[in-house]
């Protein structure tokens, strides 16, 4: 028996669509890839970022501190930076301020061999070594003074450029360290 032709108006037998077992498993490999990329470089991105807001935050909040008190900070507290909103937004808290990993503490200073209360000095306690080893370098531009773990004058009169990893190897090897930044 002869097959007659299929007529213009009837539709061509269906094929079967989706994907085949080889493109789901090309499309789940890419995925895990991904996801192996974030978790391998997601830390380090994060920490970076963290380190580049606080250094942003803590540059602002000295310049904002310098242009109201001109160098005579004898009546530096806390509680007038926030109240004349001198201190970025991120770093309030209630009435004290807080950085990415604590305490930020503001008080009167002094440049070696300087007179009392010419200088601000801004304390971030508790900093984790990891951090501090990409925060320290990064804030010996808003310093003219830079204490960090206990190493007093890492940036001074005296030196006034220090090396990077002269810096970084006073963060430590483990646990929290607090960094003390001077400023006239």
């Known amino acids: 028996m ?7 108006t009837q539709a061509a037998p269906h094929k079967q669509s989706g994907f085949t077992l080889i493109e789901l498993s090309i499309v789940i490999a890419i995925g895990l890839l991904l996801i192996l990329a974030g978790l391998a470089f997601g830390p380090a991105l994060m920490l970076s970022s963290r380190v580049s807001s606080e250094t942003q935050n803590i540059g602002m909040l000295i310049s904002s501190t310098r242009n109201l008190y001109q ?6 507290t806390t509680a ?14 209630g009435t004290a301020l807080a950085g990415n990993w604590g305490t930020i503490t503001l008080t009167p200073g002094a440049l070696t061999g300087a007179a009392a209360n010419t200088a601000l000095q801004v304390t ?5 070594q990891p951090a501090c080893i990409q925060l320290a370098p990064a804030l010996l531009g808003t310093a003219d003074e830079l204490d ?4 007093s004058n890492l940036k001074s009169a005296n030196t006034p450029n220090p090396a990077r990893d002269t810096v970084t190897d006073a963060c430590g090897t483990g646990g929290a360290v607090s960094i003390v930044i001077r400023a006239m």
Do not use: C, D, E, F
Request: charged share 15%; glycine share 8%.
């Open 2 to 8: 002869k097959r007659k032709p299929l007529k213009p």
């Open 71 to 76: 160098g005579r900070y004898a009546n530096l």
């Open 80 to 93: 007038k930076i926030i109240q004349y909103n001198l201190a970025p937004t991120a770093l309030v808290n």
């Open 124 to 128: 971030l306690a508790n900093i984790p």
């Open 148 to 151: 960090v773990g206990g190493s």
